[in-house]
């Protein structure tokens, strides 16, 4: 579901950041629930094993999710904000090389081709 | 060492404010919090600074987390509930300062 802010109050000295959203005024929630996919657990496991393994605290993703820009946010759920965290963050902590992980999204998406699935090769900013 | 630990500054039922001023980069003291004042229920705990955690950073020193209850009616300036209506929070002993009173912002 699509959020739609209805203002973008400041108030004290700082910015609000985009995740800090008490008091604005949106839509509704969508308070549906439904079945956890199978690649929202695998999301969740990889940042389990990157985090169990001192890669990285949750604290840094956190942060990497809060640095995108308000549209990004609002307009990708939530795993999907996990996933692009957790590749930043294993760019930034020098763990894997940023063409290593696309040369490798790309051939992952060449297979899956070959298997007859549609791929959106649209590049994760 | 446990001498370097710096004594609590606040305890159970003392009125806080907690600081309206500008943070950068990751923090967990909400917007709508800041600048309003409360009344200590308890300690949460002593944890790790998340706002050094965020960047590979030890997190060292911990500091005191503070459960602090808010009327509702000093967070919302436009507020129509009730006076009894509350709100509790965790915010960090350094975000925190003396408030005489329960005071609005």
Known sequence: MKLERSNSERRGGGGRVVNDVGGLDFNAIDQSEHE????EKRVDAMLMVLVGNSVFRVDALRRAIESYAEQEYDGIPYY?????????????????????????????????????????????? | MLNSIPPQRFKAGDHVRVLDRPSIGHCRTPVYLRGRSGIIIGVAGRYLDPEKLAYHK???????????????VNIW???????ADDLEADIFEYWLENATKENKK
């Open chain 2, 77 to 83: 300036d436009t507020y129509t509930g009730t006076d």
């Open chain 2, 58 to 72: 030890p997190g060292m020193p911990a500091h005191l987390l503070y459960r602090i209850r808010f009327r509702q």
């Open chain 1, 80 to 125: 999907d904000r996990w996933m692009k965290a957790i590749r930043d963050l294993l760019i930034e902590q020098e763990v894997l090389d940023a063409d290593a992980i696309e040369v490798r999204i790309s051939e992952v998406c060449d297979r899956l081709e070959k298997e007859g699935l549609e791929v959106d090769r649209a590049p994760v900013v």
């Open chain 1, 36 to 39: 956890l996919t199978f690649y």
